[in-house]
């Protein structure tokens, strides 16, 4: 059974900060790209930041330089830092695992969410 269970949502003010945490289990998780998606009420799902084992990171435009992706093979863990936190940031925040078995082929996973409110 794939489980991705994320953590570390709330609300915070303006220019405040939030670190979410993801833990996968039932997957072999180094081979796997993880990755952070957020969805706004009546937004498209967006991806803000992903990771792979032998690359570095990647992010959305709008949170280049606020937030940083990072993860821990050996916790099966991967971790969004979000700092300088805007109320533009406000979405739900999802974790995705994903891996290429062949050219035709891509197994996708999804965490439940957690929300992030950023709020004066």
């Known amino acids: 059974q794939v489980q991705l269970v994320e953590s570390g949502g709330g609300l915070v003010q303006p220019g405040g900060s939030l670190r979410l945490s993801c833990a996968a289990s039932g997957i072999t998780f180094s081979i796997y790209a993880m990755g952070w998606y957020r969805q706004a009420p009546g937004k498209q799902r967006e991806l803000v930041a992903g990771?792979?084992?032998?690359?570095?990171?990647n992010y959305a435009d709008s949170v280049k330089g606020r937030f940083t992706i990072s993860r821990d093979n050996a916790k099966n863990a991967v971790y969004l830092q979000m700092n300088s936190l805007k109320p533009e940031d406000t979405a739900v925040y999802y974790c995705?695992?994903?891996?290429?078995?062949?050219?035709?082929?891509?197994?996708?996973?999804w965490g439940q969410g957690t929300q992030v409110t950023v709020s004066s």
């Open positions: 995705n695992a994903d891996h290429r078995l062949s050219d035709a082929t891509v197994v996708k996973y």
């Open positions: 990771i792979t084992s032998g690359s570095g990171p």
